[in-house]
């Protein structure tokens, strides 16, 4: 049999692996700056845990667990039966209890709403894990994938929307990717949903709104007719949805088309703070904050602002998102303590950063010197110095076997390691090596406390030498 991997999954191969690391190490260490303290729950959590909190569209995209024992013959009726229930669109306990989690937010508000009476809140939490979708494989979607998300619960204060779209802009900064921070508020979608005959509506006009970008304005049109909208409501959201120029522009756009609208006017107010207080203090000009009130975010737990990423110059989705929801832990009864978070998609900021070629040379390494192999007494000198330099924090290899020069230097090369050190018969008795930089091509002798110091101090830097 060929050996494959599920669809929609991937194998990460060294090479991969070290540039996922650098955009993990690069954001985690962004939260660690804002204060943000670190979290794991498990992969899997209680089906009821999860069903019903992402709305229509995300219930259908929960990979769901088979229980044990299906195949039992006393449990076998019972398996039938559930099967039965399944195709018919109901969840079954006989069939099925628990879930692959499909993204941090709800596991992080369970786990909230366990441990809260231990909690010093506000409690400002990061967790950087894999999560699971059952969505059609494409670029940039895939069915494992991994989210970095950033949650402060315990805290009404707009500080925070700020301080995540600064987490935002400083961590897109120092992966040296061009990014729009796209910024609405659910209460302005409340507004428009009141405008358009109630707050039943926000549900229906809502999930519409968010499939704009891949549908355009004719298809969501023709989606909120049969939701049950009516042309004079559909007119208002397409004025709505035409709303353009700058931010300024778009707030009093909307400030005249939604002016009775109570909930509306108080997003608008707190977008206008979040703006006024972050963009002074971005210092970019690869990072624009913009307001963009087609932005829906179709998931039902969101309360106030709501957050998007898209990249510049890259045909690609939001590659990171989130927003305020004031009452996530009240589902799983405990209320009254209200959160913020933003996510990161770190699958699809890859792709980008592959595209724009945005990752460091440095990235690609990990040994920084090889020493070769030139016999055993040779090897053995050399493996001391090699320890003596690991044990200073230096990645070093000593090359497994006495072969040939050009067979150690091409092992050198096609593992992007800078610096060779060559202990022969002649350094061993002047106890020096010959370090050459095979990116510069400079080569010179040094005694081994020589080359023990300089990596002590300093490290590998190519521009020397």
């Known amino acids: 049999m060929k050996p494959s991997i599920p669809q929609g ?29 670190p979290l794991e729950t498990p992969a899997m959590e209680n089906l009821d845990t999860l069903m019903g909190k992402y709305g229509e569209e995300g219930d259908k995209l929960i990979f769901k667990i088979l229980n044990n024992g299906l195949s039992d013959p006393k449990n076998s009726e019972k398996a039938k039966q559930a099967f039965e229930n399944v195709l018919q669109g109901k969840n079954d306990k006989n069939l099925t209890e628990r879930a692959l989690k499909y993204d941090l937010t709800i596991p992080f508000a369970r786990y909230v709403a366990m441990n809260h009476g231990q909690l010093t809140l506000p409690f400002k939490r990061y967790q950087i894990q894999p999560v699971w979708r ?20 315990g805290s009404n204060s707009l500080l925070n929307e700020v301080e995540l779209v600064l987490i935002y802009a400083t961590a897109f900064s120092a992966l040296n990717i061009p990014v729009e921070i ?40 023709e989606e909120l007719t049969t939701r049950g909208l009516s042309d004079t409501q559909i007119a208002i959201i397409e004025r709505y949805l035409n709303i353009s120029g700058s931010n300024d522009e778009k ?65 690609m989705g939001s590659i990171g998102g989130g927003g305020r929801y004031d009452d996530l832990t009240g589902l799983f009864g405990v209320p009254g303590i209200p959160g913020v978070g933003i996510s990161f998609g770190v699958d699809r900021i890859y792709d980008v950063m ?35 330099l690991r044990n200073h924090g230096t990645a070093c290899e000593l090359y497994h076997e006495n072969v ?31 370090l050459k930089n095979i990116v510069t091509g400079h080569q010179e002798k040094k005694s081994w406390a020589e ?13 020397k030498n």
């Open 404 to 434: 040939k020069f050009n067979k150690q230097f091409s092992y050198a090369d096609k593992r992007n390691i800078p610096y060779v050190a060559i202990i022969g018969s002649e350094e061993l008795e002047s106890k020096t090596v010959t």
């Open 451 to 463: 080359l023990e110091e300089q990596f002590k101090k300093n490290g590998w830097n190519t521009s």
């Open 354 to 388: 592959e595209e724009l070629g945005a990752f460091p040379e440095s990235v690609h390494t990990s040994t920084e010197i090889l020493f070769f192999n030139l016999g055993e007494t040779e090897s053995l000198a050399a493996l001391a110095l090699c320890t003596k």
């Open 9 to 37: 999954t991937r194998d990460f191969g060294p090479e991969v692996v070290r540039k996922r690391q650098f955009i993990l190490q690069t954001i985690r260490s962004v939260f660690e700056r804002y204060g943000f303290q």
């Open 182 to 221: 796209r910024l609405n508020n659910r209460r302005i979608l409340a507004g428009l949903a009141a405008a358009c005959g109630g707050s039943d509506k926000l549900v229906d006009i809502t999930v519409a709104i968010d499939k704009l970008d891949k549908i355009g304005i004719e298809k969501v049109k």
């Open 251 to 315: 707030i009093a756009a909307l400030s005249d088309l939604l002016a009775g609208e109570e909930s509306a006017l108080k997003g608008l107010a707190e977008t206008r703070t979040i703006l006024n207080q972050a963009v002074p203090l971005i210092g970019s000009d690869t990072i624009d904050v913009v307001v963009d009130f087609t932005l829906a975010r179709g998931l039902n737990y969101y309360t106030g602002t709501i957050f998007e990423i898209k990249a510049k110059g890259v045909q």
């Open 134 to 153: 059952a969505d059609r494989p494409q670029k940039g979607r895939y069915r494992e994938f991994y989210q970095c998300d950033a949650d402060v619960v």
